[in-house]
T-cell receptor
Framework: SAVISQKPSRDICQRGTSLTIQCQVDSQVTMMFWYRQQPGQSLTLIATANQGSEATYESGFVIDKFPISRPNLTFSTLTVSNMSPEDSSIYLC?????????????FGPGTRLTVT | RKEVEQDPGPFNVPEGATVAFNCTYSNSASQSFFWYRQDCRKEPKLLMSVYSSGNEDGRFTAQLNRASQYISLLIRDSKLSDSATYLCVVMNTGFQKLVFGTGTRLLVSP
């Protein structure tokens, strides 16, 4: 499977500021995904990012709050804007492996964000 | 009702035991099914995809019952290292969107 890295691995930020999270993959992938895992909860999809097009956001998530870039087939960024304590969460990117009949997704190590 | 439902556990079992987890999903259009494993403070790791005919990987066996919209995971000869949260995940037709259950926590003790 692809090797996925994320930066930063963790951060503590003040409310009202923004943080940009980077996701790097060691191979070219068509689709990248951004998820959030709030404390004690399971994962929720924020948006799907395809190279060369606007990201597609899930219900409850908007571009102004979570702008996403996808400049090439190995890289994406997610920005958490105007942060509040409710944004404290783990943010994970994932990529889809299309080499099999069933498309499997693999996750990066996550970015643990605490907003004070 | 949640789209993917799992018993949160925890399941406390001794080493060597056999343990089974169940999961139900509500969207009959779901097309692909997976079990992920998540260790504390780590990212989910794909354990296995679940095929219609059922599939086995070493000590792990997954079954799918589309008629009942039910997925299972069986772990034989449990190891201490199997202690983790097991996430049942479905993918819905045409969206490549993964929907996660809340997970079942397994604790294997000596």
């Amino acid at each position: 499977s692809a090797v996925i890295s994320q930066k930063p691995s963790r951060d503590i930020c003040q409310r009202g500021t923004s943080l940009t999270i980077q996701c790097q993959v060691d191979s070219q992938v068509t689709m990248m995904f951004w998820y959030r895992q709030q404390p004690g909860q399971s994962l929720t999809l924020i948006a799907t990012a395809n190279q060369g097009s606007e990201a597609t956001y899930e219900s409850g998530f908007v571009i102004d709050k979570f702008p996403i870039s996808r400049p090439n087939l190995t890289f994406s960024t997610l920005t958490v804007s105007n942060m509040s304590p409710e944004d404290s969460s783990i943010y994970l990117c994932s990529v889809e492996d299309r080499r099999k009949a069933v498309y499997e997704q693999y996750f990066g190590p996550g970015t643990r964000l605490t907003v004070t | 009702r949640k789209e993917v439902e799992q018993d949160p556990g925890p399941f406390n079992v001794p080493e060597g035991a056999t343990v089974a987890f169940n999961c139900t999903y509500s969207n009959s259009a779901s097309q692909s099914f997976f079990w992920y494993r998540q260790d504390c403070r780590k990212e989910p790791k794909l354990l296995m995809s679940v095929y219609s005919s059922g599939n086995e990987d070493g000590r792990f066996t997954a079954q799918l019952n589309r008629a009942s919209q039910y997925i299972s995971l069986l772990i034989r000869d449990s190891k201490l290292s199997d202690s983790a949260t097991y996430l049942c995940v479905v993918m819905n037709t045409g969206f490549q969107k993964l929907v996660f259950g809340t997970g079942t926590r397994l604790l294997v003790s000596p």
